[in-house]
């Protein structure tokens, strides 16, 4: 298939300073949970996206300094020579599909807490350390002497990165992480000497830093500079305003600006609350200030919204993180015709959680990110077929349809049997709800693929029971039938079921996703943290309930801290007039109330109920699992050779654990067995000798 036409624009090539992107598809820097921990594993990762087509390929943030260090999250550092033949490794792996390797540095300045260096940060005003987790440290002032420094370290990097085998270099002032932006902005800039005050003196160290960064790449790297395009705190900050005064003022700097929302939170926007292209307001008119190239995020997904943005002039490079993260192939589809083949981000920011966990990133519509090499699993390309020929899976989830999916791709001749007559399991059920429509790209993608496939049949209104799949004679049998949310109140706070009056009507996110629809004073008893109790208060909310939220955590939706929505979610809450109970339990349920008791001091009191919502725990559904273990000894005699349990069936978690099932189980089936041999790879720190 050849490219469509309206498409050529994104695929012409563009000057960066002395270096040239072979097209407009740009990867921003993004985190991924491996960084100096797992680097050979984020270097493979970009490999991929090299051979997926991208112009340009960014690292993570990477530490130039050990005196200002980001401990607990885990980036690439360059903090000294030892680090050069690491990050060489991952420019080689950014070359091979003929990318610009880029790298991001980062002096993190008020955001960096040191824990792990112990050095005394330095930021360009005293004060205590801006993090995600209030750490109780403050930095101090920087001097003028420790801004000669800060010079010095930026171009030692710069050298470094050079000898690395960057093409180009950016300087990090966005998303509140970088020191340039903490000294552009008026929240965290108090100073009056010529560092402080009018924009010009807050713009000084850019400028310099800038002017030493083209010095020392010299004739063999671009310089790019990253910054947000808003931020706003009480009436201080770096406004919009402001971007543009100053790209109005030294447009012609940088060899290009890298252009970011606001806070990484407005950044990196859920599709719950940010649709694709969101920062278009605050970028458009910007590239008229300056002869320079600009790249701007909004997780694009759209050949033809990606399109738009170079067209009408707004942007010059599509920036993207999310959607080469769902789609490292994301450029080369679109160039061989294959739009269609596009496996979208749905805007989940479960590759986030990987960051703010400190673990491996994962991706909800790409099994296979961060396992590049330490599983040696290629987003496009599945292993070969082993000796078995027939798989049956039984139910069409995530976790089904991946297997299916990726089974087929093996070359296997694939049945899939759903009880329902449509697939996708909770995904369809969950992406009718408020803000969640994007989810079901997540079935949509994998439904297309398979009907494109020979090999791979789906059998719908098929509720199967143990004699049927032993009937059905495959090879291969995989168990994917999901789980049911629990009504009984159990889940962390309850271990044991709850006390719960007969006359009161109690329902699980199961019911109202299937059309049940309570009346009245409506209790939400959270105690599963995810998503599901907030967006649940707002459907009863939507269907004219008044609702109370009652969770033992301290955030409505804790665990959405790790998605960057938490802040979000809890103004959505208060502005709908959803009633937060935080740190209180349920603790038993009346014919018209509820008991209430605080967490911290056992206190109880009653509240009026008309109906309550158990948000808790998920059993899985292994009934039809267990029938077949009861009849193990007749498997044989049916030609089955093995039947496994996956995804929320074998323990219930986020659709991205469920996908990750479905693909390992394809992915490993005929492969001799591991034994007690770990599953991945690993590096492992060598020992220095004293
Ligand atoms: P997962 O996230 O693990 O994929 P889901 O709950 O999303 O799990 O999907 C499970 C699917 O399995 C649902 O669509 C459900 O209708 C289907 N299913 C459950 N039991 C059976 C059965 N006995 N036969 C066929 N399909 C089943
Ligand atoms: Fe997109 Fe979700 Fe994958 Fe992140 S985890 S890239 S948000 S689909």
Known sequence: MKRDKRYDCLFEPLAIGPVVAKNRFYQVPHCNGGGYRDPSAAAQMRRVKSEGGWGVIFTEQVELHHSSEITPFIELRLWDDA??????????????????????????GVNGPNLYSREVPMAPTAMPIRTFTNDPVSARALTLSDIADLRRWHRNAIRRARIAGYDLVCLYGAHGFGIIQHFLSSTTNHRTDQYGGSLENRSRLMRELLADAKDEAGDSMGVTLRLSLHELTDGLGFSNNEVRDLIGMHGELPDLWDLAHGSWEACSGTSRFTAEAAQQDLVKGIRELTDRPIVGVGRFTSPDVMAKQITSGVLDFIGCARPSI??????????????????????????????MTMSLSRCTQNPSFMEEWRKGWHPENMNPKGDSST?????????GLEAALSLGRRGYQVSIAEKNIVVGGRVTLESTLPGLGAWARVRDYREYQISQMQNVNVYLDNDLNAADILEFGADHIAIATGSKWRSDGVARQHVLPLDVHNDMPVFTPDDIMTGAKPVGNVVIYDDDHYYMGSVLAERLIEQGCSVTLVTPSAYVSEWTLNTLEQGFIASRMLELGVTLKLNTSLASVARDAVQLQCVYTGARHELHADAVLMVTAREPERGLWDALQDVSGEWEKHGVKSIKIIGDADAPAPIAWATYAGHRFARELDAPPLGDALPFKREVTQLLSV
């Open 83 to 108: 680090d050069i033949p690491m990050l060489a490794k991952m420019a080689d792996c950014m070359h091979e599909g003929e990318a610009l390797a880029g790298i991001e540095l980062a002096y993190s």
């Open 326 to 355: 769902a789609d490292p192939w994301l450029p080369r589809k679109i160039d061989e015709g294959r739009v269609e083949d596009i496996r979208e981000c749905i805007g989940c920011n479960i590759c986030v959680t990987g960051d």
């Open 391 to 399: 798989v049956l899976v039984v139910g069409a989830g995530p976790a």
